[in-house]
């Protein structure tokens, strides 16, 4: 029902920035809220930001606090996740998720996942 494609991600320096974009289709009238996560290798999926598709709260995890933003086009049915002073740390596969019921932070709370993308921050 709702297709999600991902892009943006690549490598960059610490300290850098990059934008991923998330593109939403099919039925996306059904989106209630969207989400970034995140999973390192060997690690679990660990929540990074989380949007209203409608406009509402906005809720990020502790370690991007302050440096990641979410945000969306209505326009192009697009969410995006602005990554700014970038660490090391921040490596991981990048993942945007939609739920149709719920607002949460844990990846039970979303039914569509996009593919992920790949961010790499070099030291």
């Known amino acids: 029902q709702v297709q999600l494609v991902e892009s943006g991600g690549g490598l960059v320096q610490a300290g850098g920035s990059l934008r991923l974009s998330c593109a939403a289709s099919?039925?996306?009238?059904?989106?209630?809220?969207m989400a970034w996560f995140r999973q390192a290798p060997g690690k679990e999926r660990e929540f990074v930001a989380r949007?209203?598709?409608?406009?509402?709260?906005?809720y990020y995890g502790d370690p991007v606090k302050g440096r990641f933003t979410i945000s969306r086009d209505n326009g192009k049915n697009t969410m995006y996740l602005q990554m700014n002073s970038l660490k090391p740390e921040d490596t991981a596969v990048y993942y945007c998720?939609?739920?149709?019921?719920?607002?949460?932070?844990?990846?039970?709370?979303?039914?569509?996942w996009g593919q992920g993308t790949q961010v790499t921050v070099s030291s």
């Open positions: 998720a939609a739920s149709t019921t719920s607002w949460g932070t844990r990846t039970s709370n979303y039914v569509y």
């Open positions: 099919g039925r996306t009238v059904s989106i209630y809220a």
């Open positions: 949007g209203s598709w409608s406009g509402g709260t906005t």
